[in-house]
């Protein structure tokens, strides 16, 4: 498996991946308004596939923001999606990035415990955070920045 940088033609494929995992996915003209506004967006490809994605920005100066993590249905539980993060963890470590925030739904505990077994840890909770009302936990991950770093993987 590779992580490389998103193209524009992973648009479609990402997508497919965006609608089977998630209930509100994002629209194709936000992601790629996303991509277009620079922020960060990597895939990962097996045999020329790509399987999964994630998406990334600095939102202050020294914070850094997982907007979307997404794995195909049949390569999950495979390391993808803990390598995607690992992957944006090392480059926000060359940024110099203290922290980094991500939401999730307060009733995916799945997801939580995939954060937590990365290093994240639960920051709080933001009532009626989506549009159906569920509630989003806010999860954070201190860095140490400006050394030697486990995750500083180059893509």
């Known amino acids: 498996m590779i992580v490389r940088e998103f193209r524009p033609q992973d648009l479609k494929t990402v997508l497919k991946i965006e609608r089977e995992s998630f209930a509100d996915p994002y629209p194709a003209h936000l992601l790629r308004d996303i991509y277009n506004l620079g922020a960060g967006f990597l895939v990962a490809q097996e045999d020329g596939r790509v399987v999964g994605f994630i998406i990334f920005w600095i939102r202050f100066e020294d914070e850094g923001?997982?907007?979307?993590?997404?794995?195909?249905?049949?390569?999950?539980?495979?390391?993808?999606?803990?390598?995607?993060?690992?992957t944006a963890i090392g480059i926000f470590e060359k940024f110099h990035i203290k922290n980094i925030k991500l939401e999730v739904r307060a009733k995916n505990r799945g997801a939580i415990n995939f954060y937590r077994a990365l290093g994240f840890s639960e920051e709080k909770v933001i009532a009626n955070y989506y549009e159906d009302g569920e509630d989003a936990v806010v999860m954070r991950m201190d860095l140490h920045s400006g050394g030697d770093s486990p995750y500083g993987h180059e893509y």
């Open 65 to 86: 923001h997982i907007i979307s993590l997404a794995v195909d249905k049949d390569y999950r539980r495979q390391g993808v999606g803990a390598e995607l993060v690992r």
